[in-house]
């Protein structure tokens, strides 16, 4: 049943698409009339395409004149996207990194080519890491990322996924697993390394068993070149410190979603002094709070308190009042910590994509953000358990 439904996948993602190339020659700025058809692949080396929904964006950068005879990359123009050392992984991360969730069709259905455009876009503006799991429809994304990746050239992006957490009640933290997961997860995205792996939602688990088995077969996968930087994901920050106390010396890294936001800011107040004293990577996924902090209409399984979410519609009508997106406005803030490597955010719409670059190139008002702040002050850093009871 399996393989079927893969391949039915597999009959509606076409060969080959068309994409718009800005011309490089007599261009001083970005002129949609200007734009000529080119095949997504073509011969001139390392050609990565622009995608047409960009012209429905004005980007305040300037495209500098150039006598090139082939047509140009337009992100090779722009301001480049800031990058952050992920501790001492030898990893260099994009502070706004493209997380790969939605590919999976977790929160809505999705369309194939959009989804596609979504990680070329990301390439394109700077977004090279990008962040999966075999969690995420429950292969379907790093399938699709294979798919999306395949002909780019390997060097040019970051590929991070994760291990152990395989379901919403499937969890396989063995040492055998380990071995089986990375061998799948490489085969779906088409590649022969992993720049990052991690394991995912240690909470749900009994912790022993990851550094008495876990973390030492990814070590052993480490040391086969199979994986450059190892490390986890969780929620609640007492089991972020339970398992560093066994397992700080041996990690890169940690990624927590949600709790360096707008409203929550526990995970850099609390843990982030900790992994900076030990040369840890810091990783942030999560800025808008899953659509806390958008205007969306709030999903019915956000499991913020309620108190919580009346706050965050006040201070959404507040930046709206403003002419503001309280979107823009978290991502903006969540990104702009300096020893927060990387902020992971998806979309399988490639127009929220082009859309965060554009604000990531703005300044933050820091006006409206003082007046944000205010109004989340009484619920600051409220949260809700995750996992079993003893990991919170």
């Known amino acids: ?183 799948v997860s490489m085969h779906r995205m088409g590649t022969d390394y992993l720049d990052l792996v991690l394991l995912h939602d240690v909470e749900f688990v009994k912790l022993d068993q990851l550094w008495e088995e876990t973390i030492p077969a990814l070590i052993e996968a480490k040391n086969a070149g199979k994986v450059r930087a190892i490390g986890f994901s969780c929620y609640p920050l007492a089991c972020f410190n339970k398992v560093l106390d066994h397992v700080e010396d041996d990690i890169d890294c940690v990624l927590s979603y949600n709790q360096y936001t707008l409203q929550n800011t526990s995970f850099a107040d609390d843990l982030v002094p900790r992994l900076k004293s030990k040369g840890l990577g810091v990783i942030n996924a999560g800025p808008f709070s899953a659509r806390l902090l958008t205007n969306a209409e709030l999903p019915a399984w956000l499991k913020e308190p309620e108190e919580v979410k009346a706050a965050a519609r006040a201070a959404a009508k507040l930046c709206h009042d403003n002419g503001v997106d309280i979107a823009q406005l978290a991502l903006q803030y969540s990104c702009g910590h300096d020893d927060i490597a990387s902020t992971v955010a998806g979309s399988a719409n490639p127009k929220n994509v082009a859309k965060w670059a554009q604000w990531l190139a703005e300044p933050i008002d820091q006006s409206l953000l003082a007046q944000v702040l205010e109004i989340f002050a009484p619920v600051k850093n409220l949260g809700h358990p995750e996992g079993l009871p003893e990991n919170n």
């Open 1 to 183: 049943m399996r393989c079927s439904i893969w391949h039915s996948l597999q009959k509606f993602i076409p060969p080959a698409r068309e994409e718009l190339l800005i011309p490089a020659d007599s261009i001083d700025h970005f002129i949609p009339q200007k734009i000529e058809k080119k095949p997504l692949f073509s011969d001139i080396e390392r050609l990565r395409p622009i995608h047409t929904h960009f012209a429905e964006f004005s980007f305040p950068f300037k495209i500098s004149q150039t006598n090139l005879s082939q047509p140009f990359i337009l992100n090779q123009y722009f301001v480049p996207m800031e990058t952050r050392p992920l501790g001492q992984s030898g990893l260099e991360l994009p502070i706004l990194s493209f997380g790969a969730s939605s590919l999976g069709a977790e929160f809505r259905s999705i369309d194939l080519n959009e989804a596609f455009s979504a990680v070329h876009t990301a390439l394109d503006l700077g977004m090279n890491f990008i962040d999966t799991s075999p969690f995420y429809g429950r292969g379907m994304s790093e399938v699709m990322l294979g798919r999306a990746l395949k002909g780019i050239d390997r060097s040019s992006y970051l590929l991070g996924t994760k291990l152990g957490r395989y379901s919403e009640t499937h969890f396989d933290f063995s040492a055998k697993r380990v071995d089986e997961s990375l061998h």
